[in-house]
């Protein structure tokens, strides 16, 4: 797995670069723009606020249920798939889902695969383990794509 290095802000200078950023017209502009914008949409969605707590409690409720069960969660789901023809890959480290990954596409002979938008693909660094096999990743979302495109 290739790694890029993390070029960390030496912490001198912190409190001098915030008050720069928190100084800024446009950039405060810009943000509270967004930021209204943002509380417009939901307070359209959302008219009610108390519906909407109830909503958001609602919604942590059945998060912290659901990763109380998540093993036997998993196991469903793959006995589900597996029922519909499809294939489950399990990996344990990055390293394993990427050599299970490239395994597949070395098998086929590809040199280029097509990504869909994963959290999970960042975190593994699929792109990089990929670029090292000789295979090339292909972005399918616009805004991945378009990063990708500036290298």
Not at 14 to 38: E, I, T
Not at 51 to 58: A, M, P, Q, V
Request: negative net charge.
């Amino acid at each position: 797995m290739n790694a890029q290095p993390i070029h960390f802000k030496p912490a001198e200078g912190f409190r001098d670069r915030a008050k720069a950023v928190v100084d800024n017209p446009f950039l405060r502009q810009s943000f509270r723009g967004a930021m209204d914008f943002l509380m417009t949409k939901r307070a359209g969605q959302f008219p009610d606020a108390e519906e909407l707590e109830s909503l958001r409690t609602l919604g942590e409720q059945i998060r912290q249920y659901n990763l109380g069960k998540l093993p036997e969660l998993l196991l469903r789901l793959e006995e589900n798939l597996t029922r519909n023809g499809i294939q489950v890959h399990w990996a344990e480290t990055p390293d394993e889902a990427n050599a299970i990954i490239l395994g597949l596409c070395q098998s086929r002979r590809a040199k280029l695969m097509v990504k869909g938008k994963s959290m999970v693909s960042e975190e593994i660094e699929l792109n990089h383990a990929a670029e090292a096999a000789g295979i090339g990743a292909l972005e399918s979302d616009m805004g991945e794509y378009i990063v990708q495109l500036a290298g």
